[in-house]
């Protein structure tokens, strides 16, 4: 491989569609270019280009009595549609699928119009080129003038829309999101069904990552008040959370500890913040205690 190789470890893996055969151990190397898996009797190349679809932790079937935690590389070989299944530990794999989506999509061109809807109304932003950048539980778009970052902690929905940009009818893909607490949609149009697809995968794979981490948490209406009052803080110039959510200081501090103990807010020399995971809580739970 010329090009410079940014992934080389040993893990299992079979390329075959269709192969029931017990998968085969040897390198995985992947360049910005392509991906290389490396037996002793054989090699399989697939170009980053030819790949349309990427799966973590899913396996086609026909294959699922071989492999624990994998990568599913789904790629085009001429008039062909094929599987690559790579296994390895969870740590090998999360960090693999990570780096795979950052060679298939960072530098991407993209069109995007931010924000599109600001507090429900639509706003008069033009569409503008921009380069997209993944980042970890979220995505950047790098404009000439800006770039802007979309947490996918304050993602409310995001989906797929046909609209017209430049008197031509695009593929997009709509986000709806909270940063700062303030409603916004977000349109961002990618140059191939391909690279879109690939987008919306990424997105959702760390989205349900970020949902899995909450789902057992459960949180009264007392805990559900203070991460209210915690994300509110910064605009309260300095005015205690006992005061603003009428508690005692003493049920505040037990309050703040069990939310700390969910890993929803850290404290810090300023006071109590939201964690990622806590901003997710917030914008699912505003209209709950507002009702």
């Known amino acids: 491989m010329s090009e410079s190789v940014i992934a080389d470890f040993v893990a299992k893996f079979n390329s075959e569609k269709t192969a029931r055969a017990e998968p085969t151990t040897g390198r995985v190397l992947l360049s910005q270019k392509r991906l290389v898996l490396a037996a002793d009797e054989s090699k399989t190349t697939i170009p980053l280009s030819n790949v349309f679809d990427v799966?973590?932790?899913?396996?086609?079937?026909?294959?699922?009595?071989?492999?624990?935690?994998?990568?599913?590389?789904?790629?085009?070989?001429?008039?062909?549609?094929?599987?690559?299944?790579?296994e390895s530990d969870d740590a090998k794999i999360e960090k693999f699928s990570t780096v795979l989506f950052k060679a298939l999509l960072n530098g991407t061109d993209t069109t995007v119009k931010h924000p599109a809807e600001l507090g429900g109304r639509v706003t008069d932003a033009e569409y503008t080129p921009a380069k997209l950048a993944l980042e970890p539980k979220g995505v950047r778009f790098n404009r000439s003038s800006d770039?802007?970052?979309?947490?996918l902690s304050a993602v409310t929905e995001f989906s797929r829309d046909t609209r017209e940009i430049a008197g031509s009818s695009r593929a997009t893909i709509v986000v709806r999101h909270m940063p700062d607490g303030q409603a916004m949609t977000t349109v961002a149009a990618l140059p191939s069904s391909r690279k879109l697809s690939l987008l919306g995968r990424y997105l959702r794979l760390e989205y349900s990552d970020l949902m899995g981490e909450l789902k057992d948490i459960e949180l009264t209406n007392a805990e559900k008040e203070l991460l209210i009052a915690v994300y509110s803080a910064g605009d309260m110039g300095g005015v205690s959370l006992a005061n603003v959510v009428d508690r005692d200081a003493s049920?505040?501090?037990?309050l703040v500890n069990d939310l700390e103990a969910d890993d929803l807010v850290t404290t810090t020399d300023d006071g109590p913040v939201l964690t990622s995971k806590g901003r997710v809580v917030v914008n699912r739970h505003l209209d709950d205690v507002n009702d």
């Open 147 to 151: 770039s802007f970052t979309i947490s």
């Open 251 to 254: 049920e505040v501090t037990m």
């Open 55 to 86: 799966a973590v932790g899913h396996v086609p079937p026909g294959l699922g009595d071989f492999f624990d935690s994998t990568v599913t590389i789904a790629f085009e070989k001429g008039d062909r549609r094929l599987v690559a299944v790579i």
